[in-house]
């Protein structure tokens, strides 16, 4: 029963569902072009260099952001992924599986500009720190989920398998962000969230950057979010023909 309605939910989809919101992503396209504009401009240009680190603290702007990203996408991974288990409709694993391909992007980019970040500041690439190796395992952990979906065969078992993966591996989310709080770690304090108020750990131009940079990231993963949705509906499409 659960196969028959994993098909049926899949036949359902036509090419007018999937078109019917162009031109909405046509306009996404324009206010994310825009907003990644606006963030360059701040960042290079807009905003002060810090004072002790220098120019190399501007990567903050990228790194945070992506950070925030991948954590976001993941927690979409594991709303839909419950849906899905819950529902049983191939709406939902798409969803799922949209946003895993982004979190992981996003989650790379964080284990590439942590290290650049790091290197003249703590004098090494990498350290065995409780974020830094609870973020690799995250990264690990949604790799292994889109490992799980290329490799084996199509159907509602395998998304069910990977839901469950989904699930489990939004758990480490909430320890990669307490770990800082919990232990003496090489890590940052927070500085936008902090029990002083939100963004008084920060200069007031800098925050303004950032919080314009996340903005920007943020319509960046709309925007990805909506083609690689639309792709896989087409996949789903071109398999029912």
Known sequence: LAERNFEQGRMTMNLSVVEEKKEEGNILVWLTAFGLLAAMIGIFIYVPTERTEGVIQRIMYFHVPCAWLSFFAFFVVFICSILFLWKKDREWDIYAHASAGIGVVFCSLVLITGPIWARPIWGAWWV????????????????????????????????????????????????????VLWWR????????????????????????????????FTLLYFLLMGERVRQEKLKDEIDRL
């Not at 500085?191 to 919080?211: Q, W």
């Open 128 to 179: 065995w720190d409780a974020r830094l190796t609870s973020t690799l395992i995250l990264w690990l952990i949604y790799v292994a989920y889109l490992m799980l979906r290329a490799q084996s065969e199509a159907g509602s078992m395998r998304a069910r398998y990977a839901a469950v993966l989904g699930i489990v591996g939004f758990l480490n989310i909430p320890f990669i962000h307490f770990s």
């Open 185 to 216: 770690t090489f890590h940052p304090q927070p500085k936008v969230i902090t029990n002083e108020g939100i963004g008084n750990g920060m200069e007031p131009s800098m925050l303004a950057t950032l919080g314009l940079s996340l903005c920007a």
